[in-house]
């Protein structure tokens, strides 16, 4: 077991974010996080970040407790994550960005600079090019590339691929896949039941801070429960409505 | 007796500190910014208080409204003309924004009124009292207690008007406020306005009691963020508490230990304070 | 062709330039102007180590500078020692108030930082005030005759130039060194974005404290280089407030977080700072303070990036008009 959360809950005041979500990962695995806004999805991964702090349960990786660990210890552990929102270094050129990544595993310059490059082409992207002249689609990229550089063994994705183009989708994806051959464990939290269907092949489903359902892609939308979390009840009268004149 | 004059002297400093410093936290607790020229408002509403009585005449209560209106709209035009601009910039052009115009502001009312210290001719004000055995002058009796009841007003018009809960809910969640079709540009404009205006009035109040010169502005400053330390950052109640306290320990150090301690004594306090407990005492955990 | 316009080329130019200054002006004025731009350089740069590239705002530094400008004064008080026997005892102060100051400050938000730093300057300066140690209000004096070279009491300022140019030096060697290493890389990184640098793995609050203990021990070293040429502080031309201002508008005019950002802000303002002194006498503090703070919010409001960053944006549109006119002719 590469990744072990349970029974973790987070309390916002009297309001319940997460109310005992269970997550187990196995090395190697893709797994992937999804429901509707505020389902409490963005708040366990936060969790599992180190991002915000759980108000019960526990978190272990590798082994080793790492409920109450900071983000940087968490980096160190070889927990990587992204960012919704990308938060470039905007004054550094790619290269700068990957190579804060990069020095967490080389100290010394000019390895850091060697692995930077490696990763940099890896992703696809321009070193020299000012991380303040990328579009939506490269500072997504740059996101990936900055933690793949800081050899991460569990990499948490939090809405990597929204906003993107569909061929830009496309090339999202295959990377996404690439990393996930290089032996790297993935846990994505999405919005775009697509990505989710062609990447993973195992899902949790959170609704008003449960984990409502758990199986494959396939599995789950199936299920009632996730279909009127995602769609509501309305949906289902009118869909029911529709099947009755049928 | 003399001790309970000390009390009583200090306390009612520290009303006009919980004001001006209200103001202060009020920015804090809006935008989670820092203004470096709050004190440097307080200087100037004791300068308008002055020209005012000299150019106009008129009594306290004129003077002091005149210092309000004219730092609440000095307050808006800060806000328009540069605050609004820097808000997204990063941290050191935030910083630099109030503190270079704490330097404007200071060494301007240096070349404009001299470093020399000044009082308000004596105003209807004047003489001091006796109660229940001690002396205390009249103007000082009235600005602490217009002071705190001010700063009460702004309290209970953050928690129960419309304006204020527009106000807090822009601090809560931007976003989410301009959702419920609040303009968050407004409120802030107006924050700031409330902000310099309270700290305005407050030096007006000052100015009845108590002789300056535009020095007292960094002084003023500092109080107030040690106030706002000690009371939480955002929290007015907490500034009104904190100000009384810090106004007291002022002068009983003053009092006990020699004039020229009372001021290291409260910047001790704050270099403590970001030790032991920096939300504050009244903040959260 | 290329190579001639390197910037490698213009560091040699600047720095032969420096070297030859005292040379070719040789009037005590001009050498005076010389020797102010080298210590606001020095403070500046050394500000700008935590200020400009970690991104954390002082605005209290004058406490480094105090110490730093104390201690010399104070070994040769106390004990009779060479003033420059103090500089040690300085940093190793500065240094530990480095640590006191940053320890809890650092946990927090930038603006904790920054309001921490003001009040713990304002505190010592009150302080010393009354501490008759050190002289009270009054201040202290150094040796007013040479009684070795080691109390480096010289009559012309021309000595003091070179030591000055050598100790920033140094320090542009250092920042220079630093800057493309991994602490520099941290430092910009949080100075980005703090959360994203935590993701990562950077050791926030430890590359913070770095950056503030090194700043701090440069900022010293400038504060008693001050007081060895000038013999005499006090309470305000230690820990005055305008101490840190200075340092602070110097490193943000010409370019906070780069490495020759401070020095061309202390090449404007000095002498634009003796120009006014000049023009407006006595009366004339005033008004460059006025100046300074117009300048500062001019800054914050427009150009947060300095001239450095002005320079960069705008340089390659002249240089396309240039030639683009220069083809038509």
């Known amino acids: 077991m590469l990744l072990e959360a349970r029974n973790v809950s987070k309390a916002f005041g009297t309001f319940l974010a997460v109310a005992g979500a269970d997550l187990c990962v196995e090395e190697g695995e893709m797994i992937g996080l999804i429901g509707p806004n505020g389902a409490g999805k963005s708040t366990f991964f936060n969790c599992l970040a180190g991002e915000t702090m759980p108000t019960a349960g526990r978190i272990v990786f590798d082994g080793v407790d790492v409920t109450r660990a900071l983000p940087e210890a968490r980096a160190r552990a070889g927990i990587g994550r992204t960012f919704q929102v990308p938060t470039a270094f905007e004054d550094m050129t790619v290269l700068g960005n990957v190579m804060v990544g990069a020095f967490l595993r080389h100290p010394h310059r000019s390895d850091a600079r060697d692995h930077a490059r490696r990763i940099v082409e890896l992703t696809g992207l321009r070193a020299d090019q000012a991380a303040r002249s990328l ?90 429960a996730v279909i009127e979390a995602y769609l509501g009840r309305g949906h289902r009268r009118r869909q029911e409505e529709a099947d009755g004149r049928a | ?190 924050a700031w306005g409330l902000s310099a205006g309270a700290a305005g009035i407050a030096g007006a109040l000052m100015a009845t009691a108590y002789p300056w010169s535009p020095s007292v502005g960094e002084t003023f400053g500092l109080i107030a963020f040690v106030v706002v330390a000690l009371g939480g950052f955002g929290s007015v109640l907490g500034s009104l508490y904190a100000g009384l306290i810090i106004g007291l320990i002022q002068a009983a150090s003053a009092f006990w230990l020699g004039a020229i301690y009372k001021d290291i004594v409260v910047y001790g306090l704050f270099v403590a304070l970001l030790w032991l407990r920096p939300q504050g005492l009244m903040g959260k955990a | 062709m290329r190579k001639f316009s390197s910037p490698r080329v213009g560091v040699l130019l600047l720095a032969a330039g420096l070297l030859l200054y005292p040379m070719l002006f040789t009037g005590p004025f001009y050498r005076d102007i010389g020797v102010t731009f080298l210590l606001a350089a020095i403070s500046a740069s050394a500000w700008n180590i935590v200020g400009g590239y970690a991104g954390q705002v002082s605005v209290g530094h004058s406490m480094f500078f105090g110490l730093g400008a104390y201690t010399p004064l104070l070994v040769y008080t106390l004990w009779g020692w060479p003033p420059i026997a103090g500089i040690p005892l300085g940093i190793v102060l500065s240094l530990a108030l480095a640590v006191l100051i940053g320890l809890p400050t650092f946990r927090l938000t930038g603006h904790y930082f920054s309001m921490a730093t003001i009040a713990v300057a304002e505190l010592i300066r009150i302080f010393f005030g009354t501490w008759d140690l050190v002289g009270a209000a009054i201040g202290l004096q150094g040796p007013a005759v040479a009684r070795s070279f080691w109390d480096l009491t010289f009559r012309g300022e021309l000595p003091y130039y070179y030591i000055f140019l050598a100790v920033l030096g140094i320090l542009l060697l250092v920042t220079a060194t630093l800057e493309r290493r991994r602490f520099g890389f941290y430092m910009r990184a949080i100075k980005a974005s703090e959360r994203a640098a935590k993701s990562l793995g950077v050791p926030v609050r430890g590359t913070k404290i770095k950056a503030l203990a090194l700043s701090a021990a440069f900022t010293s070293a400038a504060g008693s280089l001050y007081v060895i040429k000038t013999g005499f502080i006090d309470p305000d031309s230690g820990f005055g407030i305008l101490i840190s201002v200075q340092m602070v508008i110097v490193a943000a005019l010409g370019g906070a977080g780069t490495l020759f950002g401070p020095l061309v802000g202390a090449l404007i303002l000095i002498p634009l700072q003796s120009a006014t002194n000049s023009w407006f006498g006595g009366g004339g503090s005033g008004l460059t303070y006025i100046l300074y703070g117009g300048i500062i919010v001019v800054i914050a409001r427009f150009e947060p990036g300095g001239l450095f960053e002005m320079w960069q944006r705008v340089a390659p549109k002249l240089r396309k008009r240039f030639w683009s006119r220069a083809h038509a002719a």
């Open chain 2, 1 to 190: 007796m003399v001790f309970v004059q000390v009390i009583v002297g200090g306390l009612l400093l520290g009303a006009i500190y919980a004001l001006f410093s209200s103001g202060l936290t009020l920015i804090w607790g809006m935008m989670n910014f820092i203004n470096f020229a709050h004190g440097e408002f307080v200087m100037l509403g004791m300068y308008v208080a002055l020209l005012v009585v000299t150019w106009v005449g008129g009594g306290p209560a004129i003077f002091s409204i005149a210092a309000a209106l004219a730092l609440f709209v000095l307050g808006v035009g800060i806000y328009v003309s540069l605050i609004r601009h820097v808000i997204r910039a990063p941290m050191l052009a935030q910083i630099l924004s109030t503190f270079g115009l704490a330097l404007l502001l200071r060494y301007s009312a240096f070349w404009v009124f001299s470093a020399n210290f000044v009082s308000l001719p004596q105003t209807s004000l004047g003489g001091t009292i006796k109660l229940g055995g001690i002396f205390l002058p009249v103007a000082q009796l009235v600005a602490g207690a217009v002071a705190i009841t001010l700063t009460l007003g702004l309290h209970f018009t953050l928690t129960y008007t419309t304006v204020g809960s527009k106000l807090l809910a822009v601090a809560e969640d931007r976003a989410a406020a301009m959702l419920m079709g609040i303009r968050p540009d407004r409120m802030q404009a107006l």
């Open chain 1, 135 to 224: 579009g939506t689609p490269g500072r997504k990229r740059l996101e990936i590339a900055r933690v793949l550089a800081t050899q991460p063994r569990l990499l948490l994705l939090d809405e990597s691929l929204a906003g993107l183009t569909p061929s830009e989708l496309r090339d999202a994806i295959a990377l996404v896949r690439r990393i996930h051959e290089m032996g790297i464990t993935i846990v994505i939290v999405e919005h775009i039941m697509e990505v989710i269907m062609s990447l993973t092949k195992r899902v949790l489903v959170f609704n008003q801070g449960h984990v409502i359902a758990s199986g494959t892609p396939e599995q789950v939308v199936r299920e009632e």
